[in-house]
């Protein structure tokens, strides 16, 4: 009778799970604080032309150019 060689993967610990998890989940944090924050900076610049006079009438050519500009990004 041959003897089979069994192999024994040892597999992560349940607390480097945890610990690849909360990474993970700080991560993403970040991203969408980020995101946010970025959000909120194009938003504060917006009104800050906004609230010129003169700019008030160039703003929606500025907005018809940056959607022709990603437009042809092919975004």
């Given at each position: 009778?041959?003897?089979?060689?069994?192999?024994y993967?040892?597999?992560?610990?349940?607390?480097?799970?945890?610990?690849?998890?909360?990474?993970?989940?700080?991560?993403?944090?970040?991203?969408?604080?980020?995101?946010?924050?970025?959000?909120?900076?194009?938003?504060?610049?917006?009104?800050?032309?906004?609230?010129m006079?003169?700019?008030?009438?160039v703003?929606?050519?500025?907005?018809?150019?940056?959607?022709?500009?990603?437009?042809?990004?092919?975004?």
């Amino acid at each position: 009778m041959s003897a089979i060689a069994l192999i024994y993967r040892n597999t992560p610990s349940t607390t480097m799970l945890k610990e690849l998890g909360v990474i993970a989940g700080v991560a993403a944090v970040s991203v969408a604080a980020a995101l946010c924050y970025q959000h909120y900076r194009k938003r504060q610049a917006a009104h800050a032309l906004a609230s010129m006079s003169r700019v008030r009438s160039v703003l929606p050519y500025l907005d018809a150019n940056s959607r022709a500009l990603l437009a042809s990004f092919g975004k």
